[in-house]
């Protein structure tokens, strides 16, 4: 596995913290997939976006954008694009995954989440 999950605090000292769950990459050619970080992440969240790119239609896509990240993920029933959104200059995706792969993925983070009470 080319990543691991993580959970970042990002507060000050004798504040609660808030926390960030995202990804930390060892293959480079993926590093636009550590800004899926977000505190907003939950594993219903995660759960409803499978369901939907589970019921794509063959012609049919999606744009996703992480809330609280600065990933934009478009997603079909072949390939999920990504999108590292900090790269305004950007015309073409960081990296493409296949759609099972990406699933395999956002199970994978599902259950980190859920072990972390999210």
């Known amino acids: 596995m080319s990543y691991k999950f993580r959970k970042n605090s ?14 930390e990459v060892t293959d480079k050619s993926i590093m636009a997939l550590e800004q899926i970080e977000s505190w907003a992440w939950t594993s219903g969240e995660v759960q409803n976006l499978i369901d939907v790119i589970n019921a794509l239609e063959d012609d049919d896509h999606i744009q996703y954008q992480v809330e609280g990240g600065h990933l934009g993920i478009m997603i079909d029933k072949k390939g999920a694009a990504f999108f590292d959104l900090m790269n305004r200059k950007q015309e073409t995706e960081d990296f493409e995954w296949p759609t099972e792969k990406f699933i395999k993925f956002l199970k994978e983070f599902k259950e980190f989440l859920a072990k972390n009470g999210r």
């Open 10 to 23: 990002y507060s000050a000292p004798n504040i609660e913290p808030l926390w960030q769950y995202g990804v």
